[in-house]
């Protein structure tokens, strides 16, 4: 499986960027995607997840309310809709793949998804 992300870039506070993240290779139909980043000088941490089956949706507290996951099962791909955007929300963003179902405690976890997409940069002006 390889995963391809795109649309990132340089936004002022306020503003929106939506990324997308399409999945290529052979597949289930169940399966979760999700969104990481990471900022200069920190560790990766969960953004946010969705899973196939049901389309359940989960989000970390820091981006709640403002962002949106969501996906398009045909394309096996996965978009993140990020709105008013805060300068704390610079980092590159990576799109993660897990090639079956995984309980809701566990999509938070980075190291339950088995692949990565090369990470796209978001920055975020004040």
């Known amino acids: 499986v390889q995963l391809q992300a795109s649309g990132g870039g340089l936004v002022q506070a306020g503003g929106s960027l939506r990324l997308s993240c399409a999945a290529s290779g052979r597949t289930s139909n169940y399966y979760v995607l999700g969104w990481f980043r990471q900022a200069q000088g920190k560790e990766r941490e969960f953004v946010a997840a969705?899973?196939?089956?049901?389309?359940?949706?989960y989000y970390s507290d820091s981006v709640k309310n403002r962002f949106t996951i969501s996906r398009d099962s045909a394309k096996k791909a996965v978009y993140l809709q990020m709105n008013s955007l805060k300068p704390e929300d610079t980092a590159v963003y990576y799109c993660a793949f897990h090639p079956r179902m995984i309980v809701v405690s566990g999509v938070g976890n980075s190291d339950v998804y088995n692949y990565w997409g090369q990470g796209t940069l978001v920055t975020v002006s004040s």
């Open positions: 969705i899973r196939s089956s049901a389309g359940d949706t």
